[in-house]
T-cell receptor, first 113, second 108 residues
């Protein structure tokens, strides 16, 4: 079955620093990657959609300069939270697309202190 | 606009009791609906997809277009069913829109 590796699972960083989250599709190629986030006691919300080799499309209210998405290959996409602030503390989940279904990474719990 | 509503944040039932997790949606088109489950400290897992009409772990869900609902049901809840359940709708662009989730607590 489809294997998705998301790393790190948990990260604590200081306010003002940047954090990179990686999402790899281990046994399939993902032309499209979705990034979601989930604030405490809220639902998962789509942040952005990235296609391999092109710029990401961001949902309304998501700052593209703050959440940098790189999708340079069909098996790897990264989300970098730049100049993180405590309000960026959240659970981030990647979702690489497949032709026969949908998959999700295990998520990254980001805590900004 | 697409929206998924799960009115119950928490649902507690006793083992062996029937359970129904409610989900309502709004979508201007033919929706594709899912139920995902997240056990403690694990990733999201697909539980049901409405087009497959399967029964997984005893759970079923029927799409009711008239009531725009996709409620999840199980006749006899088990303790291992305790988890977070998310109803989700996927758009024609493969984007997911999730409900806020319902925590199911099955008591012994």
């Amino acid at each position: 079955g489809a294997v998705v590796s998301q790393h790190p699972s948990r990260v604590i960083c200081k306010s003002g620093t940047s954090v990179k989250i990686e999402c790899r599709s281990l046994d399939f190629q993902a032309t499209t990657m979705f990034w979601y986030r989930q604030f405490p006691k809220q639902s998962l919300m789509l942040m952005a959609t990235s296609n391999e080799g092109s710029k990401a499309t961001y949902e309304q209210g998501v700052e593209k300069d703050k959440f940098l998405i790189n999708h340079a290959s069909l098996t790897l996409s990264t989300l970098t939270v730049t100049s993180a602030h405590p309000e960026d503390s959240s659970f981030y989940i990647c979702s690489p697309t497949r032709t026969d279904g949908y998959t999700f990474g295990s998520g990254t719990r980001l805590t900004v202190v | 606009a697409q929206r998924v509503t799960q009115p119950e944040k928490l649902l507690s039932v006793f083992k062996g009791a029937p359970v129904e997790l409610k989900c309502n949606y709004s979508y201007s088109g033919s929706p594709e609906l899912f139920w995902y489950v997240q056990y403690s400290r694990q990733r999201l897992q697909l539980l049901l997809r409405h087009i497959s009409r399967e029964s997984i772990k005893g759970f079923t869900a029927d799409l009711n277009k008239g009531e725009t609902s996709f409620h999840l049901k199980k006749p006899f809840a088990q303790e291992e069913d305790s988890a977070m359940y998310y109803c989700a709708l996927v758009s024609r662009f493969n984007k997911f829109y999730f409900g806020s989730g319902t925590k199911l607590n099955v008591k012994p």
